[in-house]
């Protein structure tokens, strides 16, 4: 599904500094910055209750929005939104200005449905090797994800980039031949988690036998010194 129409009222200021966003925060409102077509930055603030509910709605990182400012609509795309650590209330957001005419380039999640063949019949493990792809599109033709169906995946498949059906819209920049998803055999999967495990032992253990090893000789070595002559045999 296709970003729907958001729009939001923003407001110009002049005020900049760390105390002058405090006090936007205070009031209610959300210090912004929108990078310009032909250049520059603009400096803004809108509603923060409106943004807060416009953002449980949309998790995409790439929203369109219309910022309604100085009496012009402005199309921007969402680039960044920071937030408090401790409340994790918003507390900045950068806009890019946009032209609803000319293409995007965009990371776009991938989402995976369906149960595989492989995993319902043959026990197999379902691995996402790809979790976004890259494409250039319309602003408009920007979605929250693409929904990529792998119930036909039987054991030891994998489903390509090539493979995926975007349409028309979507020119992909993603290698073709990058795996999206594989059905794993169970075997497969327990040599895989076997190798992480041998990978993960500290090697602290056999090093250490090989110190005291090595230690033990010259220890050796100092208590054969320290030992008494043998006297020689007297003469009959």
């Keep these: 599904?296709?970003?729907?129409?958001?729009?939001?009222?923003?407001?110009?200021?002049?005020?900049?500094?760390?105390?002058?966003?405090?006090?936007?925060?205070?009031?209610g409102t959300i210090p912004a910055a929108v990078?310009?077509?032909e250049g520059g930055t603009t400096l803004v603030k809108f509603d923060a209750h409106t943004f807060i509910m416009m953002l449980r709605h949309h998790t995409s990182e790439h929203v369109l929005v219309t910022l309604e400012l100085d009496g012009k609509d402005v199309p921007v795309l969402m680039r960044e939104v920071q937030h408090d650590v401790m409340t994790g209330a918003p507390t900045?957001?950068?806009?890019?200005?946009?032209?609803?005419?000319?293409?995007?380039?965009v990371a776009i999640p991938l989402h995976l449905l369906g149960e595989p063949e492989g995993v319902k019949v043959g026990g197999g493990v379902l691995q996402q090797q790809l979790r976004t792809i890259e494409v250039d599109c319309l602003p408009m033709d920007i979605v929250e994800q693409f929904e990529v169906d792998v119930s036909a995946l039987a054991l030891d498949q994998?489903?390509?980039?090539?493979?995926?059906?975007?349409?028309?819209?979507?020119t992909i920049f993603t290698g073709k031949d990058v795996a999206v998803a594989t059905v794993a055999a169970p075997e497969a999967e327990a040599v895989v988690e076997a190798a992480e495990g041998a990978e993960a032992t500290p090697?602290?253990?056999t090093k250490g036998k090989k110190e005291e090893g090595a230690a033990a000789a010259p220890a050796a070595g100092k208590a054969a010194a320290k030992a008494p002559a043998a006297k020689p045999a007297a003469k009959k």
Excluded: P
């Excluded at 939001?8 to 936007?24: F, H, N, P, V, Y």
């Excluded at 957001?93 to 380039?105: H, N, P, Q």
């Excluded at 994998?158 to 979507?170: I, N, P, T």
């Design 1 to 27: 599904m296709a970003n729907e129409e958001i729009r939001m009222k923003a407001e110009l200021r002049t005020e900049q500094g760390s105390c002058a966003a405090g006090r936007l925060r205070r009031a």
């Design 35 to 37: 990078n310009r077509i």
């Design 92 to 105: 900045h957001v950068d806009f890019g200005e946009i032209s609803l005419t000319k293409k995007l380039r």
């Design 158 to 170: 994998s489903l390509f980039v090539h493979d995926l059906a975007l349409g028309d819209k979507y």
């Design 203 to 205: 090697a602290v253990v």
